[in-house]
């Protein structure tokens, strides 16, 4: 197995660089180290299997979170608020009266990095220092990325973390999943019983509601555009799927299905937020993509209507660790 890498600019006074996983089948993984972002999973028929900007130099000119690690939180909080106590943290209002992933995020900072290349093995780790304050969020935060890939098609991502103050910490990876077509056309199965209704801005309104009966039922295998079709206010009123569907622990989480590929997902994550690249219109620097073109599962903790945030509160020098593995065939 190797590993490589290739410095393409440079930003913030560090180097930007794609770097190359390979394994012994010929299975490629590409991650730059802008964003800690996941570029590109060329199968050795040479399919990309997600999502994907035409080069790159154009990931750090416009945000459009295509494989980034998103955070300290990725998805919403609803008015910008953290209650812990008497205190309130009020984090910057960037999506109209609430805040969205992050603010000016760890998508959009330039990580270090060292490589690694075993018999059985290539990986990347890839590092970051959030400083206390950044983006209003309390606590200097040391945070790695690992992006490994073996010789079973299997790519693990994982994200360990740690503060020394009292913060709130919820992020995720953001590759959209293509499998080489359109993702309305795939077939999904997700593991979960329930999802998570949300408001028109997105923001969760009621707590849990069954799948049964919804379009958001994936315990059977059915096609992504059988959901995007179905006469349900939730899906109109986000114009496709932006929802958490909280899995029940069996695994794998996701299994996701084309003609000829097949991905499988696995997490220690209780939820993820499945969502349809509803916003894509063939415009910017994303020109190549459309809508419904991908499908993200976000692996994290499901977000909240209110500011009682303390499912995703970390205590000062309390490690983070978030587990994902996607298998590839």
Known sequence: METSFIKYGRKDEKDLCEITLTNDAGMQVKVLNYGAT???????DGKNMILSLEKPEDYSKERNYLGGTVGRICGRVKAGQWKHGNEIVQLPLNEGKNHVHGGLGIDTKVWDFKLHAEDDKAKVDLFYFDPDGSNSFPGNMKIHVVCELDNEN????EINAVSDKLTIFNPANHTYFSLGESAKNLKLK???DYYVPVAADGIPTQGMASVKDTAFDFTKEKTVNGALTA????????????????LNGNSPAVVLSSKNHKMTMTTNAPAVVVYTG???DHTGLAKNIGQYDGIT???????VGGSDLGEITLLPNE???RKVCWNFE
């Open 297 to 303: 599962f976000e692996a994290q903790c499901p977000p």
């Open 190 to 192: 997700v593991n979960a």
């Open 38 to 44: 996941l570029e590109k999973v060329l199968m050795p």
């Open 278 to 280: 509803n916003h894509f």
């Open 319 to 321: 490690k983070y660790e």
């Open 231 to 246: 006469d349900d206010e939730q899906i109109k009123s986000r114009r496709g799927m932006d929802h958490p569907l909280i």
């Open 154 to 157: 299997n790519l693990k991502y």
